[in-house]
């Protein structure tokens, strides 16, 4: 163990300088340096205004259309979770503080928290997708390649079947563009232009896939209430059934009461 620690470590030491050496490379590769910075410089843009986009308008408006309450409300309770996530860039890292603001101040079941919230910081990464596919089209406009209806549906479907397969650590996403960019014949070599600009679309995107779990366990919670009901007097009546001081207490009581 301490030998795998070891080379861990040197592994962590070392990737920083290999990182900006592919980095470097690139940059010298490029012919125009200014046109490819304000091309990085709007593919920032839409990305973030795609994610935020989905955050406070879809995600909102699924929300109060099925649970009929204030989704802003409900998103302020996730405050904390949401800038963890952001600093982290991993869903998985900022789920002990998810838990705890589902149950505190969201007051979402924990039965259906802790079950919803795990499953979908594994699969659900619709950040990611979003992502994918539009550095997947960046990359190829950027080498003049042109995209028909075919390609795009292409590159959605890829991206979104992708996204189930990528991990909750930081910049996973550029690991799954190679599928996306060979299945349109793209350069897959430009992925690491893309490195000088994911320690911030991989925390913009976290937070989206963050979100999207804690809003599909509260529509989930939403949709089982009955269930959960009737858990909770089966679990009562069970209860009394194996305590039958308490249950004579609770007939002596409801005796009283008619009385």
């Given at each position: 163990?301490?030998?795998?620690?070891?080379?861990?470590?040197?592994?962590?030491?070392?990737?920083?300088?290999?990182i900006a050496s592919?980095?470097?490379?690139?940059?010298?590769?490029?012919?125009?340096?200014?046109?490819?910075?304000?091309?990085?410089?709007?593919?920032?843009?839409?990305?973030?205004?795609?994610?935020?986009?989905?955050?406070?308008?879809?995600?909102?408006?699924?929300?109060?259309?099925?649970?009929?309450?204030?989704?802003?409300?409900?998103?302020?309770?996730?405050?904390?979770?949401?800038?963890?996530?952001?600093?982290?860039?991993?869903?998985?890292?900022?789920?002990?503080?998810?838990?705890?603001?589902?149950?505190?101040?969201?007051?979402?079941?924990?039965?259906?928290?802790?079950?919803?919230?795990?499953?979908?910081?594994?699969?659900?990464?619709?950040g990611t997708a979003?992502?994918?596919?539009?550095?997947?089209?960046?990359?190829?406009?950027?080498?003049?390649?042109?995209?028909?209806?075919?390609?795009?549906?292409?590159?959605?479907?890829?991206?979104?079947?992708?996204?189930?397969?990528?991990?909750?650590?930081?910049?996973?996403?550029?690991?799954?563009?190679?599928?996306?960019?060979?299945?349109?014949?793209?350069?897959?070599?430009?992925?690491?232009?893309?490195?000088?600009?994911?320690?911030?679309?991989?925390?913009?995107?976290?937070?989206?896939?963050?979100?999207?779990?804690?809003?599909?366990?509260?529509?989930?919670?939403?949709?089982?209430?009955?269930?959960?009901?009737?858990?909770?007097?089966?679990?009562?009546?069970?209860?009394?059934?194996?305590?039958?001081?308490?249950?004579?207490?609770?007939?002596?009581?409801?005796?009283?009461?008619?009385?």
């Open positions: 163990d301490q030998v795998i620690m070891k080379m861990v470590y040197m592994v962590m030491w070392v990737s920083p300088v290999g592919v980095i470097a490379a690139k940059v010298l590769g490029v012919s125009d340096l200014a046109l490819v910075v304000s091309q990085l410089g709007l593919l920032i843009v839409t990305v973030c205004s795609g994610i935020f986009f989905y955050q406070f308008v879809c995600l909102q408006l699924i929300y109060f259309l099925i649970v009929r309450k204030n989704p802003f409300k409900f998103w302020w309770g996730l405050f904390q979770s949401w800038m963890t996530a952001f600093a982290t860039a991993s869903t998985a890292a900022a789920l002990p503080i998810t838990f705890r603001c589902m149950q505190e101040n969201n007051h979402v079941d924990p039965r259906v928290s802790k079950f919803v919230i795990p499953i979908g910081a594994t699969v659900n990464m619709d979003l992502f994918v596919t539009t550095a997947s089209i960046f990359i190829a406009q950027m080498n003049n390649i042109p995209l028909d209806a075919g390609a795009y549906a292409t590159v959605v479907l890829t991206s979104t079947a992708a996204s189930i397969a990528a991990a909750s650590v930081p910049s996973a996403a550029l690991v799954l563009m190679l599928l996306v960019l060979t299945a349109i014949d793209a350069p897959y070599q430009d992925v690491s232009l893309l490195w000088a600009i994911d320690w911030f679309l991989d925390r913009c995107r976290t937070t989206n896939n963050m979100l999207g779990d804690c809003y599909g366990a509260a529509i989930v919670e939403s949709l089982s209430k009955k269930e959960l009901e009737m858990m909770d007097k089966l679990e009562v009546e069970d209860q009394e059934m194996k305590d039958p001081e308490a249950q004579s207490v609770s007939t002596h009581q409801s005796a009283s009461t008619d009385l």
